[in-house]
């Protein structure tokens, strides 16, 4: 696989992450994005889906920035001051820099 280096004439979201070898269709996508399965275009993860990281396709999510979770392909936000709350947005496995775990509660609490 080629390396896309001109991803204007794939369209406003068109930046491929490489190319097949003609370089006339996208093979694989960058982050935010999806590869449509007829034109080889890279499509935006659908506006529904914020703070959605790479998606499968515009109404399947399948990973999410930090302080989010991961639930029925969709991004819900962790409790206030985690960074990670894995598959359960009620309690926390991680916590941002400003906060500290509670390992009981599984809460962040301000440092």
């Given amino acids: 696989m080629l390396q896309c ?8 979201y068109g930046q ?3 190319c097949d070898n003609d370089l006339a269709r996208c ?3 960058p982050p935010y994005t999806y590869l449509s399965p007829g034109p080889g275009k ?3 993860c659908s506006k529904a889906m914020p703070k959605c ?3 499968q ?4 999510c399948t990973d999410c920035w930090d302080g ?3 639930i029925k392909k969709r991004c819900v936000a962790c409790p206030r001051g985690c960074a990670d709350c894995g598959a359960d947005p009620t309690r926390c496995a991680r916590c941002d820099s400003s906060h500290v775990l509670d ?3 599984k809460r962040c609490v301000p440092l």
Avoid: E, I, Q
Avoid at 57 to 60: E, H, I
């Fill in 68 to 70: 989010y979770a991961l």
């Fill in 27 to 29: 093979s694989r996508c």
């Fill in 57 to 60: 396709d515009s109404r399947t």
């Fill in 53 to 55: 990281r790479s998606c």
């Fill in 5 to 12: 280096f001109n991803a204007t004439r794939f369209g406003a």
């Fill in 16 to 18: 491929c992450a490489f």
């Fill in 42 to 44: 890279c499509l935006p």
């Fill in 103 to 105: 390992r009981v509660g």
